[in-house]
């Protein structure tokens, strides 16, 4: 069964650093690509940026200033770095297969 | 990056009434391989948004046949039949076409 799951800080504080990780299970991380969709409270989702079966990564444009994601495939786990956080940062972060979905990590940017 | 306008925002239909969605791309989906990689998911209340349908118009595992979706190019709809109340909630269309991949804006489904 695929499942994926979230785990990180509810709260960070302006100009932190967020991490977030994604263990999964299920399916091998160099089979499959795993990616990071935000969604701000009562708004659309927003792709953040992806990592593939081979390795390679992709971001979003308006994020790849401040956004880093890696694995370490021995623990099935993706990790999501993104640096100089501000309000306008928080959102559900979900990690997801896109066919296939975490429960969310719900974080709040606030001092 | 590829644009997806989702028509109407929301939606009110009645318990047993038809809902279409519209998803219309900023540029063509179709793939240098021919595949559409168009796809459709559900955000129910309160949950992660789940799967409906990929690649235009075919039903991920576990969907009942009342989704359908259609479409070619920049022109894509979701149908949904037969509306029920566990339908409810925020339909997105999201393109993989190209990278970055992008969402569109959503469209609530709600009761009448």
């Known amino acids: 069964q695929v499942q994926l799951k979230e785990s990180g800080p509810g709260l960070v504080q302006p100009s932190q650093t967020l991490s977030l990780t994604c263990t999964v299970s299920?399916?091998?991380?160099?089979?499959?690509?795993v990616h990071w969709v935000r969604q701000p409270p009562g708004k659309g989702l927003e792709w953040m940026g992806g990592?593939?079966?081979?390795?390679?990564?992709a971001y979003n444009s308006a994020l790849k200033s401040r956004l880093s994601i890696s694995r370490d495939t021995s623990k099935s786990q993706v990790f999501l770095k993104m640096n100089s956080l501000q309000t306008e940062d928080t959102a559900i972060y979900f990690c997801?297969?896109?066919?296939?979905w975490g429960q969310g990590a719900s974080v709040t940017v606030s001092s | 990056d590829v644009v997806l306008t989702q028509t109407p925002v929301s939606l009110l239909i009645s318990l047993g009434g038809q809902a279409s969605i519209s998803c219309r791309s900023s540029?063509?989906?179709?793939?240098?391989?021919?595949?559409?990689?168009l796809h459709w998911y559900l955000q129910k209340p309160g949950q992660s948004p789940q799967l409906l349908i990929y690649?235009?118009?075919n039903r991920f595992s576990g969907i009942p046949d009342r989704f359908s979706g259609s479409g070619s190019g920049t022109d894509f709809t979701l149908k949904i039949s037969r509306v029920e109340p566990e339908d409810l909630g925020v339909y997105y269309c999201?393109?993989?076409?190209?990278?970055?991949?992008?969402f569109g804006g959503g469209t609530k489904l709600e009761l009448k």
């Open positions: 299920g399916f091998s991380l160099t089979s499959y690509d």
């Open positions: 999201l393109q993989r076409t190209h990278n970055p991949p992008t």
């Open positions: 690649q235009v118009s």
């Open positions: 990592i593939w079966g081979d390795g390679s990564t």
């Open positions: 540029q063509s989906l179709v793939h240098s391989n021919g595949n559409t990689y």
């Open positions: 997801t297969r896109l066919d296939a």
